[in-house]
């Protein structure tokens, strides 16, 4: 991979964990607390709503530094070593741990009698927003471990190889 290439990915990578401190410590808490004051009946939900979102987040961001740590093992030509499944798997746990927080969001918000400004279509906007962020996360788990059983094939056909060489 390009030296240029895994510099630009960096730079995203970095700037995206930037934004995301920016909404964990700025834009989650401050959304919460304007919801809370426009329609007080949300306030015993703002709290824990609060922190299942800044965890969210922090599942994004563990993600982020787990494929910085893989870009660096491309820089340096070892991605094909047992070091990199611990990457992915950090990849692969994180996206899980989101995807469990999104399930517990939208079975709450399918059984819960949360009342709501507009009849009801902000809570199914939020369940809405739930079940598809469910199936997202459920899905880039199975892609990240079907990509992680190709780097397995990989990393054992470049053993067998430097065996015979």
């Known amino acids: 991979m390009h030296r240029y290439l895994i510099a630009t990915l960096r730079v995203g990578i970095a700037?995206?964990?930037?934004l995301g401190?920016?909404?964990q410590t700025v834009?989650?808490?401050a959304t919460a607390a304007n919801e809370v004051e426009v329609f007080p009946p949300y306030a015993p939900y703002e709290g824990p709503y609060v922190t299942v979102a800044i965890l969210g987040v922090l599942c994004v961001q563990v993600a982020l530094v787990a494929v910085w740590m893989l870009l660096t093992m491309v820089e340096h030509?070892?991605?094909f070593t047992a070091r990199a499944?611990?990457?992915v798997?950090?990849?692969i746990g994180s996206s899980l741990v989101a995807t469990a927080l999104a399930l517990g969001v939208a079975g709450h918000?399918?059984?819960a009698e949360i009342p709501s400004p507009d009849g009801g279509m902000q809570v199914e906007s939020a369940l809405a927003g739930a079940v598809a962020c469910v199936g997202v996360g459920a899905a880039f788990a199975m892609l990240v471990v079907v990509m992680r059983g190709l780097l397995r094939k990989a990393t054992a056909l470049q053993t067998e190889m430097a065996e015979v060489v």
Request: hydrophobic share 75%; glycine share 4%; aromatic share 14%.
């Open 15 to 18: 700037l995206a964990i930037l």
């Open 27 to 29: 834009v989650i808490p």
């Open 89 to 91: 798997d950090l990849v």
């Open 21 to 23: 401190l920016f909404g």
């Open 77 to 79: 030509e070892a991605i």
């Open 109 to 111: 918000l399918a059984v």
């Open 85 to 87: 499944f611990r990457w």
